[in-house]
């Protein structure tokens, strides 16, 4: 497409999308629940098919040399589709909060106020490899009563091109506007510049992906935005702390998966605990492949553990997303230096912390700057699947409207309501 094509196409898409949003608010929580239930069916009775899709999207992801860490994001295993059908029928399951009315008060001059909860309307969703995006999105999308336009990155187009098709199909058998969600067709960069400046059009803009794509979004889009520009997520292992408990979590919270951006980048250590705690830990992500980036206390214990990658951790470490089997290590003297560590290098995203300390716990609850601040529990549970939501849009690091992963609350308002009874104001 040429640059006046484009401007068309784009266009069109969003006189689509309004169209159909002010349907999708109207539609009754069953339609709504039929299509997602629909779309559950689909996605399970569609394994062949989408499997030959994604297959070639792999294909020339290898053949273009994308890091394996990327090419691990562009999978569509039976696994991630049946997540995808899970997270649908949780959302059909949950209750329908459009147009739910809370906080009515009678006031002194007769009137009640309150607030409903209703859609935002059109939002653009703009993301790269991960193709299970555009079943979350959609799924969020029908459940929330709004219409979405999705862009997923071009080294998915065959994956996305080949779930859009289901998620169409499951808005039509359940009698809901096709065009409710629409994805991008052309692999032109052009396109994402169109879509982040449709105020007409689109009521916000959700960017998805990797630190460069979200700072360009943030920076030229003329409509609201949504967004983390990345995850340096910490694990913090306290004095006092269960010795065993704190292995098992910081394994799973950095090696279960290196890609996501909820995985633990930085490792802090109170040292009171290191000696006990760094060997076998240390022990664990070496026979792992793991690198460890330490401070010169921290090295000083890893040193003896065999086969250990080992290399002394710069400024630039401590603010890192590796999303990689690299780590960064820190002894730091206790809760407060850990706390203080956090909230300067930390990206707001997700942070833990091990403890026996119930203060120490509550404490950090309290004062870490994060999205997402837990107890005695992996990093890795930073996703709106299994907070409940069904699915998530994204996880969002600003304070302003949603602040974690974003479900259905965050793509929806709330508008001021108010009941009379012929009250004129005086």
């Known amino acids: 497409m040429n640059a006046l094509n484009i401007a068309e196409y784009t266009q069109t898409l969003g006189l689509q999308a309004k169209a159909a949003s002010a349907l999708m608010a109207q539609a009754p929580a069953a339609i709504k629940n039929k299509a997602l239930l629909a779309l559950a069916r689909l996605l399970r009775q569609s394994g062949e098919p989408l499997a030959a899709a994604n297959a070639l999207d792999l294909q020339r992801a290898r053949a273009a040399g994308l890091a394996e860490p990327m090419v691990d994001r562009l999978k569509l295993t039976p696994r991630v589709l049946e997540t995808c059908a899970l997270g649908c029928e949780q959302l059909a399951a949950m209750a329908d909060i459009i147009g739910e009315t809370q906080g009515m008060v009678q006031q002194d001059s007769g009137i009640r106020v309150g607030r409903m909860r209703v859609p935002i309307g059109v939002f653009g969703m703009i993301y790269e490899s991960r193709p299970n995006v555009t079943i979350e999105a959609a799924s969020l999308s029908i459940k929330s009563g709004n219409a979405a336009i999705l862009r997923g990155g071009s080294e998915a187009i065959d994956s996305n091109r080949a779930l859009a098709a289901l998620v169409t199909q499951a808005l039509t058998e359940a009698g809901l506007p096709a065009h409710a969600v629409q994805l991008v067709e052309t692999t032109d960069r052009a396109?994402?510049?169109?879509?982040?400046?449709?105020?007409?059009?689109?009521?916000?803009?959700?960017?998805?992906?990797?630190?460069?794509?979200?700072?360009?979004?943030?920076?030229?889009?003329?409509?609201?935005?949504?967004?983390?520009?990345?995850?340096?997520?910490?694990?913090?292992?306290?004095?006092?702390?269960?010795?065993?408990?704190?292995?098992?979590?910081?394994?799973?919270?950095?090696?279960?998966?290196?890609?996501?951006?909820?995985?633990?980048?930085?490792?802090?250590?109170?040292?009171?605990?290191?000696?006990?705690?760094?060997?076998?830990?240390?022990?664990?992500?070496?026979?792992?492949?793991?690198?460890?980036?330490?401070?010169?206390?921290?090295?000083?214990?890893?040193?003896?553990?065999?086969?250990?990658?080992?290399?002394?951790?710069?400024?630039?470490?401590?603010?890192?997303?590796?999303?990689?089997?690299?780590?960064?290590?820190?002894?730091?003297?206790?809760?407060?230096?850990?706390?203080?560590?956090?909230?300067?290098?930390?990206?707001?995203?997700?942070?833990?912390?091990?403890?026996?300390?119930?203060?120490?716990?509550?404490?950090?609850?309290?004062?870490?700057?994060?999205?997402?601040?837990?107890?005695?529990?992996?990093?890795?549970?930073?996703?709106?699947?299994?907070?409940?939501?069904?699915?998530?849009?994204?996880?969002?690091?600003?304070?302003?409207?949603?602040?974690?992963?974003?479900?259905?609350?965050?793509?929806?308002?709330?508008?001021?309501?108010?009941?009379?009874?012929?009250?004129?104001?005086v």
Not at 288 to 297: D, L, N, S, Y
Not at 378 to 385: C, N
Request: glycine share 8%.
């Open 191 to 425: 396109a994402v510049g169109q879509l982040i400046a449709m105020p007409e059009y689109v009521d916000v803009i959700i960017p998805r992906g990797g630190k460069g794509l979200i700072e360009r979004i943030s920076a030229e889009a003329k409509v609201p935005v949504i967004k983390h520009l990345d995850g340096n997520c910490h694990t913090y292992v306290d004095d006092p702390c269960d010795i065993d408990m704190a292995v098992r979590v910081a394994d799973n919270a950095k090696t279960s998966k290196y890609s996501p951006c909820n995985a633990t980048e930085s490792l802090l250590v109170a040292r009171g605990v290191a000696d006990e705690f760094l060997p076998r830990i240390g022990a664990i992500y070496a026979a792992k492949g793991v690198q460890m980036r330490g401070c010169p206390e921290s090295l000083a214990i890893l040193r003896a553990v065999q086969g250990a990658d080992l290399a002394e951790a710069t400024e630039q470490d401590w603010s890192e997303e590796y999303l990689a089997p690299i780590i960064s290590i820190k002894v730091v003297a206790g809760i407060d230096e850990a706390i203080c560590h956090i909230n300067r290098y930390g990206s707001h995203h997700t942070d833990a912390i091990l403890t026996r300390d119930h203060l120490h716990a509550q404490r950090f609850l309290r004062d870490v700057d994060s999205a997402s601040c837990m107890v005695n529990a992996s990093t890795r549970f930073a996703d709106g699947f299994e907070y409940g939501l069904g699915a998530e849009i994204g996880i969002s690091t600003d304070k302003f409207h949603a602040r974690g992963p974003v479900g259905i609350e965050g793509l929806t308002s709330l508008k001021w309501v108010v009941l009379g009874e012929g009250d004129v104001r």
